[in-house]
């Protein structure tokens, strides 16, 4: 029996040894993960670079979100709203908006965490993008009040993100229309 207690022992401390060594390997894990997040947000900025600048006198003209034809974004308290026209594959004028090739048919509605946006903006395909590299960004409607604060941080955060990518953004106010 006494023989058996050192085992024990030994097993023991050889366990507790391999936790140590397990603890110190997050730690690496974590700053590989955080170098590998940095080259993937350059990659992202990299390729959101092919989009052509914005063309301010094209998207200062539009003065409605209906008639805007950039994705843009919808702030709400716990996630972002990506709306986005998928251009029309038809280049013939013959229909245009008509009961055959309705608009709304080509709009999709995603709604995406604010740290995914980086990735969401750089899958939208580039004929969406007619304006150039500008989104316009306006708060969800009806908010309630208190929920204000942590929607404007939101939107802070969301410009933040959006500037960091190199794209233009073009605030809408409560009223419907862009922020001057």
Not at 136 to 157: F, G, I, Q, Y
Request: with cysteine; proline share 8%; aromatic share 4%.
């Amino acid at each position: 029996m006494p023989f058996i207690r050192p085992a024990i022992l030994c097993l023991a401390l050889t366990a507790l040894a391999g936790c140590n060594r397990s603890a110190v390997v997050p730690d690496s894990d974590a700053r590989v993960n955080a170098s590998e997040k940095l080259a993937q947000a350059e990659l992202i900025r990299q390729q959101l670079d092919l989009i052509p600048p914005p063309s301010k006198s094209r998207y200062m003209a539009v003065h409605a979100l209906t008639s805007w034809e950039n994705p843009y974004l919808t702030v709400q308290a716990n996630m972002l709203t990506l709306h986005v026209t998928v251009a029309d594959a038809n280049t013939s004028d013959l229909g245009v908006g008509g009961i055959l090739r309705p608009v709304g048919a080509r709009r999709q509605d995603l709604n995406i965490r604010t740290s995914d946006l980086p990735g969401a903006l750089n899958a939208v395909p580039r004929t969406a993008w007619p304006y150039g590299r500008v989104v316009a960004l306006e708060e969800a409607h009806d908010t309630p009040a208190k929920a204000r604060p942590e929607v404007r941080r939101n939107m802070e955060t969301a410009m933040q993100l959006l500037n960091d990518l190199g794209i233009v953004v073009y605030e809408w106010n409560e009223s419907g229309n862009p922020v001057k």
